[in-house]
C-alpha cells in the first residue's frame, strides 16, 4: 500500500506564504498524477492544483497566480507554494496521487490524511 503524509499546514497572516509538502512512501511502483484539495468548513472539498509526472499543471482559477505546484518524481513528493493568502483560503489540505500497482498496472487513489491551514486577518 502507499501512504501519502502532508505536512507544513499552520497559522498564517492574510497576505503571507506558506509550503506544503507531501511525501508518497510503502510499496510504490509509480505515483502518476499528484495534487492538492481543499475542504473549507461546510463546503465541499475541491480541486486546488494537480501536476502530472511529467511537470504538466492545473490550477483552480481562485489560486492561479498565487499558488505554485511542484513535485520532485524521485523523492515522490508533491508541493504547493501558497503566495498572497486570504482569509477564504483556510481549509484543511489534502494530498492526493494516482498509485500504479506494480502487480497488474492499475491505479489506485490514494489521499492523505489533510493538514490545516488558517489564514487570519
Known amino acids: 500500500q502507499v501512504q501519502l503524509v502532508e505536512s507544513g499546514g499552520g497559522l498564517v497572516q492574510a497576505g503571507g506564504s506558506l509550503r506544503l509538502s507531501c511525501a508518497a512512501s510503502g510499496s510504490i511502483f509509480m505515483i502518476n498524477d499528484m495534487g492538492w484539495y481543499r475542504q473549507a468548513p461546510g463546503k465541499q472539498r475541491e480541486l486546488v492544483a494537480r501536476i502530472t509526472r511529467g511537470g504538466s499543471t492545473n490550477y483552480a482559477d481562485s489560486v492561479k497566480g498565487r499558488f505554485t505546484v511542484s513535485r520532485d518524481n524521485a523523492k515522490n513528493t508533491v508541493y504547493l507554494q501558497m503566495t498572497s493568502l486570504h482569509a477564504e483560503d483556510t481549509a484543511v489540505y489534502y494530498c492526493?496521487?494516482?498509485?500504479?500497482?506494480?502487480?497488474?498496472?492499475?491505479?489506485?487513489?490514494?489521499w492523505g490524511q489533510g493538514t490545516l491551514v488558517t489564514v487570519f486577518s
Open positions: 492526493n496521487a494516482e498509485s500504479i500497482r506494480g502487480l497488474d498496472l492499475t491505479s489506485v487513489e490514494v
